[in-house]
């Protein structure tokens, strides 16, 4: 676990949680870099999965889905003491 992986300009993590019968929480941690900064950053928790390469599968597909659908309304922005060239 805690592997990570880039898709569309975010870094995706797993960071997949043993349970104590045995299985795994999924979850995920999405990134989005603004150069050598964090820009923003989404914690997904998931279902419970009896391995640790289901977890994975699972977390993947979510993050990429979320990626598609959302790296558009990120609108985030970080605060800048310089003001607008004219």
Do not use: C
Not at 8 to 28: I, L, M
Not at 38 to 56: K, M
């Amino acid at each position: 676990m805690n592997s990570r992986y880039v898709y569309q300009g975010y870094v995706f993590t797993d960071v997949t949680t043993p349970t104590d019968d045995g299985r795994y929480r999924a979850r995920v941690a999405i990134i989005s870099l603004a150069g050598t900064r964090t820009r923003s950053q989404r914690f997904i928790d998931l279902e419970v999965f009896p391995t640790p390469e289901a977890a994975l599968e699972r977390i993947t597909a979510v993050a990429k889905a979320w990626i598609d659908h959302e790296s558009d309304k990120d609108s985030l922005a970080l605060p800048t003491n310089f003001a607008d060239f004219q």
